[in-house]
């Protein structure tokens, strides 16, 4: 596992189910699956690029700002990127969606 507290981390991991690769930043995880990937990380986001593989992220925990965005943040569900995909995740409301989209 890897803690990310600034710049970002550039990588390539191969899969191996019983210890995986763990990247935490701004109260997310990205998961690596067997992948060629980077995670730069910014104050209040992190954002990942997936080259080749794939990887997942998730929340760690669940943040309240306001009655419709503790709902959804206690709905947020893992995302899986592939090849060429990114993302940015957001802290400040747990939540993400694929193909470079903020929240």
Not at 68 to 88: F, H, K, Y
Request: with cysteine; glycine share 4%; net charge neutral.
């Amino acid at each position: 596992m890897i803690e990310l507290e600034h710049d970002e981390v550039y990588s390539r991991v191969q899969r191996n189910p019983h210890r995986p690769f763990v990247v935490h930043a701004c109260a997310g995880a990205t998961t690596v699956l067997g992948a060629t990937f980077e995670v730069p990380r910014f104050p209040k986001h992190f954002q990942v690029r997936v080259r080749e593989g794939a990887v997942e992220v998730a929340s760690l925990k669940r943040v309240t700002i306001c009655d419709d965005v503790s709902q959804a943040a206690a709905q947020w569900v893992p995302v899986r990127l592939a090849r060429d995909e990114e993302m940015t995740y957001d802290a400040r409301v747990a939540a993400a969606w694929p193909g470079s989209r903020d929240i």
